[in-house]
Every structure is written in structure tokens, then in C-alpha cells.
């Protein structure tokens, strides 16, 4: 009896000893699921981008040459200033060219009198013939030598003005607006028409940006577009993160390359602070026209595994799920997503990175932040998202 008495003590010993260690074991278990942010996937009226290499040019360049040879007596400009049209830029020791010009101009007086004589002979040989006191042989003598005199006077005059041209050229002036390099042949030294370069200027108030789309994209998604309908672009400048440039399409080519399969396209950026130099390197953005709505996730909720890319979201009793997706354009530090999640779901913000699929979880609800990020280069009326996007899981 004293047997039975005792192993009856012992086994409610041991059941209370087991209730106690299951107790803290399971509140431990809930103690340690990790507390990971989730939120809901944003919809947002998007636009495909497509982007392009290239270097900008300056709409005028030109490297300055001197119309007449010389000497150079001065330079007029401070290097890599801003100069405007007429401005002047280099002189010209103009004194042999003065002296060309005080020679003609002696010598198309000097025709002018043989001109204004020869004239009033020929109006009295008139008279004279009239009155028959001349013979018709010496009238028309008369009239001929007039004829002569006309012609070396205007010979003469064009001489003078070919020269006075000259001796205007001696100041090179700036013929476009736009900034300066520096002086490649300086003051006491000669120079050659036609063949000295002085200096380079380039505009600086617009820069043109030229780039081809292959066929096919053009013709999905931008054959229904024209020059004169300004589609707007973004233009990024080398070692800089965010296209901070707005331009627009000013000029599509007339024919398709056949060769390569492209049209050149020209991208104009209107810019006042001539913060844009010709010959940089540049990245342009160029939107579709279609605006449509899509998922919205931010980057690092998406990881990759081998092939494929997915997100974890948020399934029954906070278990994560692994869900298969296909990515749209980046926008930003945000994603798009083609397929594979629909508006209503909830997602692990910061990706596979501590956690996994199948993995019970602590959901943090936090807020996807899309503040300062463009979706499109057009205008959108707001609109409301209440439709459920719905695509393949």
C-alpha cells in the first residue's frame, strides 16, 4: 500500500514540474519571433522610362578664324568669359590696310573726274550731232570713252569697298553669344586668312543632346509623337545620382537608318546657369507616352534567388510568404512590379535580408515613402487607385 501511495506522489510531482517548464518554454518561443517592418505595396500611375547615352553638344561653335592676314595688335577678351554677339575680341595692326584704302580712294576720285569729263563731252557731242556741227563717228567716240570712265569708276569703287571690308576685318568680333576659350596665337604674332585658328566660342544658353531609339521601341511606344509636341525628357550628368535636368524632344529625323535600325532623336535643355558644358557625358530618360497603374515596392523588399526575383509578404498567423515577381522600371530607391503581387498586399519592407519564407514573424507596420519621387514626365489628373490590381502570384 505504502508502495502504491508513493509512485502515485512521484508521478504528480512530475507532471507539475512538466507544466512548469512548458509554460516558460512557450513564452519564451513568442518572445523570440523577430520583429520585422512590413507595409502595404503602393499603386501608382506610372510611365515606362527607356534610357539613353550620349554627350551634349552646343547648338553653335565656332572656331574662329581672321578673314585677313595680319599681325596681332591686342586681345580684347578675358578666356573663358561669357561674350556676346559683335563683341570685340582681337585688333589687327590696320595700317596697311589703311594706306590700301587711302590709295583707292584717291584713285576713284581721280575716275570720278575722267567720269564727270567724259560726261559732259558726250551731252555736248548730243548737242553738237543735232545740229549736225559733228560727225556721228566722233559722237559715238565720245559716248564709248563715257562708257570706259563708268566702267573703271565702278571697278574702282568695288576695289574701295573690297578694301574698307578689309580694314573692318582687322577687329575680330565674337559672331555668336556663348563663352570663350582661351587665345590660341597671341599679341606680335602673324596670322593667315582662312587658316589661323585664334580661339573656339560655343552657346552656352541651350545644349542639344542627340541619341537613337532602336525601331521597335519607337514604333511601341513612341510613333504617335512629333517634334512639335515637346515629350519631355530627364538628363543626368556624370557623377551625379538624380537626372536633375528637364528637357524636350525638339527635332525627330526623317528616315529610319537603315544600317543600324535607329532614329536620331535631339533632346533640347534650356539652361540659365550654364551648369551644362558641350561635350559632357549624359544619361537621358525618356518616358512612353502610356500611363498606367502599377505596384510600387521598395528595392531592398526584392531578393533574388538564382534566376528569379520575389518578396516576402505577410500570409495567415504573420508567416511569411515567398512570392515569384517580375520587375517594372525603378523609380528612385522604388520598384515596379509587372506581376506577381496584388494591391492588397503586405510586404517585408527590408527584403530577405534576417528572414525568410515560411518564418513566423512580429509584424512592424510602417509606411512605404514615395515623397519626391517623379512616376512620369507627363501630367496625371489624380485619380483614385481604389481598383485592385490583380496579376499572377
Known amino acids: 500500500m505504502n508502495k502504491h501511495l508513493i509512485a502515485v506522489a512521484i508521478a504528480m510531482a512530475s507532471l507539475t514540474l512538466l507544466g512548469c517548464s512548458e509554460a516558460p518554454s512557450q513564452k519564451t518561443q513568442q518572445q523570440q519571433l523577430q520583429s520585422i517592418d512590413v507595409a502595404e505595396v503602393l499603386v501608382k500611375s506610372v510611365q515606362n522610362w527607356h534610357t539613353y547615352t550620349t554627350h551634349l553638344e552646343a547648338p553653335e561653335q565656332v572656331a574662329l578664324k581672321p578673314r585677313v592676314s595680319g599681325v596681332i595688335e591686342s586681345i580684347a577678351f578675358d578666356e573663358g568669359q561669357q561674350i556676346k554677339t559683335g563683341d570685340l575680341l582681337f585688333k589687327l595692326d590696320d595700317r596697311p590696310f589703311l594706306a590700301i584704302v587711302a590709295s583707292l580712294q584717291a584713285q576713284v576720285n581721280s575716275a570720278k573726274a575722267a567720269f564727270d569729263q567724259a560726261k559732259s563731252e558726250e551731252e555736248r557731242a548730243i548737242r553738237l550731232t543735232q545740229r549736225k556741227a559733228i560727225s556721228t563717228e566722233q559722237a559715238e567716240s565720245r559716248t564709248s570713252t563715257l562708257r570706259q570712265r563708268e566702267a573703271q ?145 521598395p528595392s531592398r523588399a526584392i531578393g533574388t534567388d538564382l534566376k528569379n526575383n520575389f518578396v516576402l509578404t505577410v500570409g495567415e498567423n504573420n508567416i511569411l510568404q515567398y512570392k515569384l515577381v517580375k520587375l517594372g522600371e525603378r523609380y528612385g530607391s522604388l520598384q515596379a512590379i509587372t506581376s506577381g503581387l496584388k494591391a492588397t498586399d503586405v510586404i517585408a519592407v527590408n527584403g530577405p535580408a534576417r528572414v525568410g519564407p515560411g518564418i513566423p514573424v512580429a509584424p512592424n507596420n510602417v509606411t512605404i515613402d514615395s515623397a519626391g519621387i517623379a512616376f512620369t514626365l507627363s501630367p496625371v489628373a489624380d485619380a483614385s487607385l481604389t481598383a485592385k490590381l490583380t496579376s499572377e502570384e
Open 153 to 297: 569708276l565702278a571697278a574702282l569703287q568695288a576695289q574701295l569697298t573690297a578694301a574698307q571690308l578689309d580694314l573692318e576685318f582687322t577687329a575680330i568680333r565674337s559672331p555668336i553669344d556663348g563663352i570663350i576659350s582661351r587665345a590660341n596665337i597671341t599679341k606680335g604674332n602673324n596670322i593667315i586668312a582662312g587658316q589661323s585658328v585664334l580661339t573656339t566660342i560655343v552657346s552656352n544658353q541651350a545644349m542639344f543632346a542627340y541619341f537613337d531609339i532602336d525601331e521597335r521601341t519607337w514604333n511601341s511606344d513612341f510613333a504617335n509623337i512629333s517634334a512639335s509636341d515637346q515629350q519631355k525628357v530627364m538628363m543626368q550628368k556624370v557623377g551625379q545620382s538624380e537626372f536633375a535636368y528637364q528637357g524636350y524632344i525638339d527635332f525627330i529625323d526623317n528616315q529610319i537608318n537603315s544600317a543600324t535600325g535607329t532614329l536620331r532623336v535631339r533632346a533640347v535643355f534650356n539652361e540659365e546657369k550654364n551648369q551644362l558644358r558641350a561635350g559632357s557625358f549624359a544619361r537621358i530618360k525618356l518616358a512612353a507616352n502610356a500611363i498606367t497603374e502599377k505596384i510600387i515596392v
